[in-house]
């Protein structure tokens, strides 16, 4: 009797067949239900702003032949925001904007006070958040500290200042730049611009937990230019900005500067972004805005004295 010998892999493969094509029969069968994306809201209070926006829209399907890498707008929601006192305004879609609109015309957006979000529709599960509108913090400002010449451009260092009572626990971003203006003699006589550069290549946000005040350095350079044009540099004005988060958009804001950092890394873990959304993800927050200039040669002279 001859016997007949298999490898392994033929004898696995041969054992293997008939429960695979069982289960690929049982799989022509079966019909998944649809499962609609889940929602995506973004949008931002502040005291006394003119029109509230909010964006809603499905979540986008890596893979998706919609052609929109952002995720389709959700229409027919009915959502309204209510703050603690009972005021209430109602959220209607543009067509044209695709994200819906509010008036809070005879219920303006206050400082101090809490919101509450509520969005309805037929698709998915009620969705809800609130947060609560952030002060307007005016106590910052700059202190000019030194300046040094290199062979092409002059560098000013600037201090910037936010004062924070100890134990407060507030979240801030500051921005600024230097506003002046540049004289150029031509062949064609003298021509007058402005500029406007930048004084900090990062802003980054703060949580001023177990801290006193906040010192941000920056700096700023204008050229020495002798060719082909002489031209001088004057700076008129630092303008600072600064911005006071809530709870939700200091923690949403960081875990995207997180996310972003660790996925251009492949050792770090991987991270998630922060929600406050209820049945949904994306943001429900507030902020409030200061914005500042101060004279040039005021900085400059008080540090002379």
């Known amino acids: 009797m001859k016997k007949l010998r298999l490898k392994r892999g033929y004898l696995s493969l041969m054992l293997a067949l008939p429960i695979f094509l069982s289960c690929s029969s049982m799989m022509d069968e079966i019909e998944l239900p649809y499962m609609p994306p889940p929602v995506v809201v973004h949008a931002y209070l502040y005291p006394d702003m003119d029109e509230i926006r909010l964006d809603l829209r499905y979540a986008a399907n890596i893979g998706s032949n919609t052609g929109n890498p952002y995720g389709d707008p959700v229409e027919n929601a009915y959502i309204m925001i209510v703050s603690e006192i009972g005021d209430t305004i ?67 260092f600037i201090d910037c200042y936010i004062n924070n009572k100890p134990g407060s626990i507030n979240f801030y971003q500051l921005f600024g730049d230097a506003e002046g203006v540049f004289d150029c003699y031509t062949e064609d006589g003298l021509q007058t611009e402005s500029f406007s550069n930048s004084l900090f290549g990062y802003s980054p946000i703060i949580n001023t937990e177990n801290s006193g005040d906040i010192i941000q350095s920056g700096k700023f350079s204008i050229p020495i230019r002798t060719a082909p044009d002489t031209c001088f540099y004057y700076p008129n004005f630092i303008n600072l900005k600064l911005y006071s988060f809530d709870f939700h958009s200091y923690s949403y804001l960081l875990s995207i500067d997180e996310f972003l950092d660790a996925s251009d890394n492949p050792f770090l873990e991987p991270q998630n972004i922060y929600t406050n959304i209820i049945n949904g993800y994306g943001i429900f927050g507030a902020y409030s805005l200061s914005e500042k200039s101060f004279d040039w040669k005021t900085l400059i002279n008080a540090q002379k004295e």
């Open 90 to 156: 109602q959220l209607n879609y543009s067509h044209g904007r695709r994200l819906y609109t509010g008036n809070p015309e005879t219920s303006q957006i206050k400082a101090g006070r809490k919101y509450f979000l509520r969005i309805n529709h037929n698709d998915f599960e009620s969705i809800e958040a609130s947060t609560i509108v952030p002060g307007i913090h005016n106590s910052f400002y700059p202190v000019f500290i030194d300046s040094v010449i290199y062979s092409y451009r002059r560098e000013f």
